[in-house]
């Protein structure tokens, strides 16, 4: 039996992680670590709550004490690290947030783990740090070209520098002790369970309420999108055949326009929602708002995911059209989920499964 810890479980990636390994290992326990901040949603996990192999604990990666308790207390063989400030509008307006969490927090995690699996210069064998990045480290691409693992990072945003300064710690704690770390740098997910600040779950959101679609710039920036469930996958593949060192790209060959996702949405929608259903009425582009540009805005992402699929025997298994139709149809049929994020009552559900012990079990 393994044990696995998962850092930011209850946000939108690291939930369908946790759905995704309970469903396909038998063999694992899950301490998911969260602190639960606006991104984390008890709610992702109802599912699974009661799943004997499941395990929450609420904490802030950067409390260095309750993180060391942590692997005190359980023989941890893998750390999944998704926790993080993740929106790159936030870190525009609130850069140093991203510095405590992303940076500060993702230290702390990585000495943790050191100390607990280090004995004798020599760390105890089937441990795996996986550190959760983004294709965002390489920063923007013009027309053309791709992002591979040699792409010299230069991020443009304060969310992305973060998470680039915490790829770097990684690397440093592989080539300075030895530790045993890998990362994975991913594109833009998409999926059920995304909260309606990202895209596409905002487009979605605004379209069902009839408010305004708000397009930044021209709306052709680029982002390379991939569902959800084939991160997971990749990240599975990594922990089972990821070479420890080494910097692992996913991403589903899938560019689009911020436009034509926008346009792309409204017709799935229009498709989708019943002809007797009012809110079909107002779903059209005439709710596209072209609007101010977000400061420094990355032009294009796009990856080459060449060395996953050839050395973790990666591909990913849904196509956009089928994604994109099932995430909409997921709203659609989860708008109690959708109501209690937009009104902020999502964060009564932990003080009413956990109380305040801030322990499942
Ligand atoms: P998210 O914002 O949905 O979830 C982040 C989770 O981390 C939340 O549950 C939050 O409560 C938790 N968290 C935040 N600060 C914490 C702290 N100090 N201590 C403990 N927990 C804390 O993010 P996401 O979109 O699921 O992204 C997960 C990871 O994947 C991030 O590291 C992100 O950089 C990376 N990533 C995301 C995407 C994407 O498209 N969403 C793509 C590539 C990589
Ligand atoms: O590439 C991976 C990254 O993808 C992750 O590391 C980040 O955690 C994740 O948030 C995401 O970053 P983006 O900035 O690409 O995602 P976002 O959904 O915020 O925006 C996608 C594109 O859509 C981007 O070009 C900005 C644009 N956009 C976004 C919003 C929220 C709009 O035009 N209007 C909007 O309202």
Redesign the pocket.
């Known amino acids: 039996m393994k044990t696995c810890l998962v850092?930011?479980?209850?946000?939108?990636?690291?939930?369908n992680f946790i759905r995704y390994t309970l469903k396909k290992h038998k063999d694992i326990q899950i301490i998911n670590?969260?602190?639960?901040?606006?991104?984390?949603?008890l709610e992702n996990l109802k599912e699974i709550e009661n799943d004997l192999c499941y395990t929450f604990i609420r904490?802030?990666?950067?409390d260095r004490e309750a993180v060391c308790r942590l692997f005190d207390a359980h023989d941890i063989d893998t750390v999944v690290?998704?926790?993080?400030?993740?929106?790159v509008d936030r870190s525009i307006s609130d850069p140093c947030e991203f510095i405590?969490?992303?940076v500060l927090?993702t230290a702390a995690l990585l000495d943790a783990a050191r100390r607990a699996w280090e004995k004798n210069g020599r760390y105890k064998p089937g441990k795996l740090f996986l550190h959760?990045?983004?294709?965002?480290v390489y920063g923007s691409l013009g027309e053309t070209g791709y992002f591979t693992e040699e792409t010299p990072l230069a991020p443009r945003s304060p969310?992305s520098a973060s998470?680039a300064a915490s790829d770097m710690m990684a690397l440093a704690y592989f080539h300075t002790y030895g530790f045993p770390v890998l990362i994975t740098?991913?594109?833009?997910?998409?999926g059920p369970y995304?909260?309606p600040e990202?895209l596409i779950p905002l487009m979605i959101n605004n379209m069902l309420e009839g408010r305004p679609l708000p397009v930044y710039g021209d709306g052709k920036n680029i982002r390379d999108w991939l569902y959800v469930e084939d991160?997971c996958l990749a990240i599975d593949l990594a922990i089972q055949n990821g070479r420890i060192g080494q910097v692992y790209n996913i991403g589903g060959h899938n560019e689009k326009q911020n436009i034509e996702i926008v346009r792309l949405i409204i017709a799935a929608l229009r498709d989708l929602l019943p002809s007797r259903d009012k809110r079909r009425e107002h779903v059209d582009d005439s709710l596209i708002r072209f609007v101010e540009d977000r400061k420094g805005h990355d032009r294009r992402y796009a990856i080459d995911s060449s060395k996953t699929m050839r050395e973790l025997g990666w591909v990913p298994e849904t196509g956009f059209e089928e994604g994109i139709r099932y995430t909409i149809q997921w709203y659609l049929g989860n708008d109690e989920w959708l109501k209690h994020v937009t009104s902020g009552e999502y964060t009564s559900y932990y003080q009413k499964m956990y109380g305040k012990r801030g322990n499942a079990k």
């Open positions: 850092t930011g479980g209850a946000g939108f990636i690291g939930s670590l969260d602190r639960l901040t606006y991104a984390g949603n904490a802030d990666i950067c690290h998704f926790a993080a400030e993740s929106h405590r969490t992303n927090g959760v990045s983004t294709d965002e969310y998470k740098r991913c594109s833009n997910n998409y995304q909260f990202k991160h």
